[in-house]
């Protein structure tokens, strides 16, 4: 028989998932209403600000990892989660409780007004971090920046990680626009870190201007000096750092965390609290490595410049292995271009269906030219990729955070979150 709490927190998983609010107009007001009626928490502990296209999770596991190593009592608010949503809310690397959440949901009931899925959540974190005394909350934007629901922060520090496409129904159809959708979590006088390139940089270096706020562009990207298949060892201005997260994209958004630690200059984070804290920064289905014989990776990318980036690290990793993409895609993506790069790295291409807006496996199939096959049922789909791989082969996860995320529970059946 289920404990009570187990109980009260489904229902608090129903009620909250069902929440719409206003899903078709985007903007600050709803949260900032039930905010400032639990008298405004984001203001009582130090934020980061981390936007961007993608790595926006790597860098903010990476700063807070630093800042709790250096002595400090640190938030973290992410999202998506992978399996269970108490992964989205943490201190000091500890999941919310499920009676924690349960009682933090409650709270913020007694002031919601319309708010959505999101803005629900954003809010129980805000009030959870002052519950819980943080010195500093790492705050990763959920969707843009300029209407997103933590835009109600004022930061220490802003972060804008990268710009390419993504979300273009709702950010824009250039990447100017995009830029501008994100430069908008910009508070005047905050500093911002960003690294940003070509015009989207420019986009952001005149928003930062019009805030008088001074931009910092992380374009020292640390040198590998060696790599596993479970850690890259970098060198960063003489800093020898061990990485637990692979591909040469992480060493660009290890760039983006140093300098973001740097233009905070804080005492307490020394070369030591660096180290330590860059080898403490878990963070899972980003490039992961989870089974050998065969080689399993997980990686939730899921737009095409993240595909482009993992299908190229993959590639690096798995040598001359056989490599076979087991992917799933949510609906709304441009799904045929990010197909494009997992198909030149694959030598089959296996397509199945998460359990949250998929797309359909079939019409994926019919997107490639290469070799592949349709199989809906995650587990059957998973076991067709060993037997296709054998011992020796790699198999590559991706398409969809929430699609790995169901791969993992194939995998760890009895783990109710990571």
Same mark, same amino acid.
């Given at each position: ?9 489904g229902?608090?998983?129903n009620?909250?998932?069902?929440l ?23 203001n ?8 961007? !296209?993608n790595? =926006? ?7 807070s ?30 999941k919310?409780? #499920? ?21 629900f959540? /954003?809010?129980?974190?805000f009030?959870?971090?002052?519950e ?25 520090v ?7 496409n993504?979300?273009?129904?709702? %950010?824009?159809?250039t ?12 508070? =005047?006088?905050?500093?911002?870190? /960003?690294?940003?390139?070509g ?5 952001i ?17 640390p040198?590998?000096?060696?790599? !596993? ?5 970098i060198?960063?201005?003489?800093? #020898? ?14 760039s ?20 330590g ?32 980036a993992?299908?190229?690290?993959? =590639? ?12 799933g ?5 441009d799904?045929?271009?990010?197909? =494009?790069?997992?198909?030149?790295i ?18 994926? %199939? ?5 070799h ?16 296709m ?5 790699t ?13 993992m ?7 109710s979150?990571?």
């Open positions: 028989m289920a404990r009570p709490v187990e109980n009260e927190y229902n608090t998983l009620s909250l998932f069902n719409r609010g206003s899903e078709d107009i985007l903007g600050t007001e709803r949260i900032e209403k039930a905010l400032s009626e639990l008298g405004n928490p984001q009582d502990y130090k934020t980061i600000h981390i936007a961007g !296209t790595g =926006k999770g790597s860098v903010a596991v990476m700063v990892s630093v800042l709790q190593r250096a002595g400090f009592r640190v938030g973290l608010y992410t999202s998506p989660h992978l399996v269970d949503f108490r992964e989205r809310i943490r201190v000091n690397g500890k919310i409780g #499920k009676k924690e959440t349960v009682e933090i949901f409650q709270k913020v009931k007694k002031h919601e007004s319309g708010m959505t899925f999101f803005e959540a /954003t809010a129980m974190a009030l959870y971090f002052k819980k005394g943080v010195d500093y909350a790492v705050i990763e934007v959920g969707l843009g920046g300029r209407l997103d629901a933590t835009n109600v922060i004022v930061p220490e802003s972060v804008i990680t990268n710009i390419s993504d979300h273009e129904e709702l %950010l824009g159809d990447i100017e626009r995009i830029a501008y959708e994100k430069a908008c979590i910009i508070k =005047k006088g905050v500093p911002v870190v /960003t690294g940003a390139k015009s989207a940089l420019e986009v270096k005149d928003y930062a201007k019009k805030k008088k706020s001074r931009t910092f562009v992380a374009d020292k990207v040198h590998r000096i060696d790599e !596993t298949d479970e850690y890259q060892i060198d960063y201005g003489g800093k #020898k750092i061990t990485l637990p997260l692979l591909g040469n994209f992480q060493l660009e958004n290890a983006v965390a140093l300098k973001t630690l740097e233009v905070l200059n804080i005492e307490e984070v020394t070369d030591e609290a660096i180290i804290g860059m080898w403490n920064a878990k963070w899972p289905a980003r490039m992961q490595v989870v089974a050998r014989n065969p080689m399993i990776i997980l990686d939730g990318a899921h737009n095409l410049a993240g595909a482009k993992l299908a190229d690290s993959v =590639k690096d990793i798995s040598g001359k292995r056989k490599i076979v993409a087991l992917v895609i949510k609906k709304g993506k799904y045929r271009k990010i197909l =494009k790069e997992f198909e030149r694959s030598d089959f291409m296996i397509f199945s269906e998460s359990s949250f807006k998929p797309h359909d496996c079939r019409m994926l %199939l019919a997107a490639i030219k290469g592949g096959i349709a199989v809906k049922d995650i587990k059957k789909a998973l076991g067709f990729a060993k037997y791989a054998e011992k020796n082969g198999i590559l996860v991706a398409g969809s955070l929430y699609f790995v995320g169901d791969v529970h194939v995998i760890w059946p009895n783990k979150s990571f």
